[in-house]
């Protein structure tokens, strides 16, 4: 059951009252949720998630989006990140909202329900594509341990593959951004982005909760690097 606290009719926040079957964690989260204005704000736009404003804070930015481009979103589910794309790219754009979980069909996006790691995967996408990506997204993050470090390796290893999939199919001074969060261990994948692009740079969007360590590494300019089956770049 929740309940409106607060004085007159400014500020109002939503406490959630424990219930009996419910865990304290989950009445944590349903409180967090009830009381976030971007998940509010996502409601009101009809955008599938709150998520969708982090992207748009990025693109305000970065200037990542434009009107034509090919632009591919790793991890899509449930689309918000697709959304706020497909709008910006307009209809001589393509968008390509890829996921190993089936997603809704959503205007002006290509849904296609396949793992990013199958090895062809990027040929799969190309095709959906009609041609190389001006801009590859992954917002994905490996599911939580509770245990920092791990779960700092864990989401750094899916960044890296997600890298590793966008250089399969960026055309040159094509851009990357992916999920990272704050621990240490990033520094490899730094290295390569660092040779493979014009720009890197670290941003944290206003719509990422405060309590949240993640952050996102933008990468602008592809130089058109390839991974080689040792895991370095090559010209």
């Not at 959304?83 to 996921?99: E, I, N, S, T, W």
């Not at 969060?181 to 692009?197: I, N, S, V």
């Amino acid at each position: 059951m929740a309940k409106t606290t607060g004085s007159g009719s400014r500020h109002l926040s939503v406490r959630v009252r424990t219930a009996k079957r419910r865990k304290s964690g989950s009445t944590r989260w349903l409180q967090r949720q009830l009381n976030d204005p971007f998940v509010a704000e996502a409601k009101r736009l009809g955008y599938r998630s709150r998520a969708a404003f982090k992207l748009i804070q990025l693109d305000e930015r970065f200037g990542l989006l434009k009107r034509g481009q090919r632009v591919v979103d790793l991890g899509a589910a449930p689309g918000g990140w697709s959304q706020v794309a497909a709008q910006k790219v307009g209809p001589a754009g393509h968008v390509v909202a890829l996921d190993s979980l089936e997603l809704a069909p959503m205007a002006g996006a290509t849904v296609v329900t396949k793992d990013f790691l199958d090895d062809d995967a990027p040929a799969v996408l190309k095709a959906a594509l009609g041609g190389p990506a001006d801009l590859v997204l992954s917002d994905m993050a490996a599911p939580t341990t509770g245990h920092a470090k791990t779960d700092h390796l864990r989401i750094m290893a899916l960044a890296e593959t997600a890298y590793a999939f966008a250089a399969e199919v960026l055309r040159p001074g094509g851009g990357f951004v992916a999920k990272l969060f704050q621990g240490g261990a990033e520094r490899e994948l730094l290295d390569r982005l660092k040779a493979d692009f014009a720009a890197v740079r670290h941003a944290k969007p206003a719509a990422s909760r405060d309590d949240s360590s993640e952050m996102y590494v933008v990468a602008q300019g592809f130089r058109g690097g390839r991974f080689d089956a040792a895991g370095t770049t090559s010209r």
